[in-house]
């Protein structure tokens, strides 16, 4: 019936069901009905992200947090798309990707990936300063214990290049990863009340 917010559900549905392609058309119809809310530009950002069009997904995080300042799902596409630019084209990581993460992180202090994403994004802000690999390699802790497997962490090469000897990044690689549930994918804005 042309509802902008059956729309918005639909989208949502479809990206937890691994549909990024459908989940963006929901989104673009939700749109085109007018239900123009932080949620459906959320979602579609990271639809954008799962196809790699990164600037699509910029530009829709920047519209979500404009309408929803503290929504932490745009937040943390926004820093995952800057880690991205970095990965693709060395763009440089803007402090804002920083004050993302620390959002996102505070919002959701159990998201595994949100504390890998923060260890990475503090690194490659500062990557010679103490206190930055200190900060990282507390974020390595927290997201081992939040469930991250420690052999993901040993594979990524910015972490262990950067952190391979510091004390608390050793240690946290010995830890077991604490939860068994899958969290929430914090990419993700469930609209549906």
Known sequence: DNDGKAYS?????????????????????????GHCTAAVYANRAYSHLLSGDLEDARRDCDTAIGLDPDLPAPRFTRATVHLQLHRR????????ALADIARVTAAAPDSPDAWYTAAQLRLLVAPNDPAARDDA???VRRAVLSGKPPDMIRRNAVLRNALGT???????????????????NP???????
């Open 137 to 139: 390699a507390g974020a």
């Open 187 to 193: 990419h993700l804005v469930n609209p549906i009340p």
């Open 9 to 33: 559900y639909a989208a949502y549905c479809r990206l937890v069901g691994g549909d990024g392609g459908g989940a963006r058309a929901a989104a673009d119809e939700a749109i085109r009905l």
């Open 89 to 96: 084209k060395k763009a440089p990581i803007p402090l804002d």
């Open 166 to 184: 510091h004390a608390v990044f050793k240690d946290a690689l010995a830890l077991q990863p604490c939860r068994t549930v899958s969290p929430t």
